[in-house]
């Protein structure tokens, strides 16, 4: 490996080490601040809190950027112990090891890039400096390689050694084991923040921000309740079905200590041209049968609470594989009629008031949550013991606590 090659390789993992540290250090402000805005949340495309807080967001419960934070890390202790071969025939591995690495992370780049794009539909800023580094390390390293990749499983050992015997490497690999492991097994668990109580200096960080937070008069009635929780939805929407599945408890739990106190109302925001009109011509493919199953969620409530709840379960399970006609079929199956169709036009206009109020008030993206008002960023996404604080100091607010 060149000297000029060698520099090439250690600038990108520097580089792509600054892109993973800094979206690990934004998916763990997203998760543990329910009031902080990612700066990478440009739009409903472009947008890092949807590409986090997905399936794809993390490996075995380990966030994908601080897999990235040990990958860059790695190649940069490789290149900065690699010694440039000199010569011709130069026995000097470094630039092989490095391609290996790379060859690895450039397979991880493109099926996180893929699914990003074509499961999810969103695209991470952060992320895709990230791929940019890994691809371009794969091709220096590819011109550095000097020898065969075929030996290295067999000489592993004795490099190994005659790297760490030198106690600076040694070092630099030790603190990187230390610290992503430590992080990894730090890092919160999605929905969940470890210590936010009301006892806890997190919950009383978050009652002095959220009492500075503006309200907005929705116009919806509370019908008797001291808090009223908003909720704009699309039932294709990963994130909306993962803060479902977040919120389910919290929600429980306070229909059963303060029976009455809390409403949850659903608003549709589906990303489809079909029924959300600023979306002119465009939408979400994968969205396609959003507008089918906002239509089928209000069939549903016209039959009771039980049958409302049965397809809400239904859709939010089956969002991979919903289309229009899936829908129709579940919405027959489950509710027992045969004129979807007829039913759906006249939800239609519903669904379009739903998506006009989104308009007024600006929504860019789903899930975005309102509390009594209060409109918590990173588009609904708070982990579910911040969604029970702020119902509890509502509650206390309205009993004048």
């Given amino acids: 490996m060149s000297s000029r090659s060698r520099w090439i390789i250690l600038s990108l993992a520097l580089i792509g080490l600054g892109f993973s540290s800094y979206s690990a250090f934004v998916h763990y402000k997203i998760l543990t601040d329910p009031l902080y805005s990612s700066p990478c949340d440009i739009n409903q495309t472009f947008n890092c809190t949807q590409v986090y807080l997905s399936q794809y967001g993390s490996m075995a419960g380990v966030p994908v950027a601080l897999l990235g934070v040990f990958w860059f890390g790695l190649v940069t202790l490789v290149a900065f112990s690699s010694t440039p071969a000199r010569g011709k025939g130069g026995d000097a591995p470094g630039g092989s090891y490095l391609f290996a690495l790379s060859t690895i992370g450039l397979a991880v780049v493109l099926y996180l890039g893929y699914t990003s794009w074509f499961v999810l539909h969103h695209l991470c800023v952060l992320c895709l400096g990230t791929y940019a580094a890994v691809i371009g390390i794969f091709i220096a390293s590819g011109s550095a390689s000097t020898v065969p990749v075929r030996e290295l499983p067999a000489r592993f050992g004795g490099d190994l050694r005659k790297s760490l015997a030198e106690?600076?490497?040694?070092?630099?690999?030790?603190?990187?084991?230390?610290?992503?492991?430590?992080?990894?097994?730090?890092?919160?668990?999605?929905?969940?923040?470890?210590?936010?109580?009301?006892?806890a200096p997190a919950g009383d960080d978050f009652a002095?921000?959220?009492?500075?937070?503006?309200r907005i008069d929705l116009?919806?009635?509370?019908?008797?309740?001291?808090?009223?929780?908003?909720?704009?939805?699309?039932?294709?929407?990963p994130p909306c079905g993962q803060t479902y599945e977040w919120y389910k408890p919290v929600l429980e739990k306070f229909a059963q200590t303060n029976p009455g106190a809390v409403k949850m109302v659903l608003k549709d925001w589906p990303w489809n041209a079909k029924c959300n009109f600023t979306l002119g011509s465009s939408g979400a493919?994968?969205?396609?049968?959003?507008?089918?199953?906002?239509?089928?969620?209000?069939?549903?409530?016209?039959?009771?609470?039980?049958?409302?709840?049965?397809?809400?379960?239904?859709?939010?399970?089956n969002q991979q594989t919903m289309s229009p006609d899936t829908v129709k079929a579940a919405a027959q199956r489950i509710l027992g009629f045969a004129d979807f169709d007829q039913r759906y036009l006249a939800k239609l206009p519903a669904i379009k008031k739903d998506v006009a109020d989104g308009a007024a008030l600006r929504i860019i993206g789903t899930p975005t949550l309102f509390i009594n008002g209060v409109r918590v960023v990173s588009q609904g996404l708070m982990p579910a013991s911040y969604l029970e604080l702020a119902i509890q100091l509502e509650l206390n607010r309205a009993a004048g606590k």
Wanted: net charge negative.
């Fill in 219 to 237: 116009g919806i009635p509370a019908d008797g309740a001291k808090v009223v929780v908003v909720k704009f939805n699309d039932f294709q929407c």
């Fill in 208 to 214: 002095t921000a959220w009492a500075k937070m503006p």
């Fill in 285 to 317: 493919p994968n969205h396609a049968g959003a507008c089918e199953a906002a239509a089928a969620f209000r069939m549903a409530h016209d039959f009771g609470p039980a049958k409302e709840l049965e397809m809400e379960e239904w859709l939010y399970s």
């Fill in 167 to 199: 106690p600076f490497p040694l070092a630099l690999l030790a603190a990187l084991l230390v610290s992503v492991g430590f992080a990894a097994g730090n890092f919160p668990a999605e929905g969940t923040v470890p210590g936010a109580s009301a006892a």
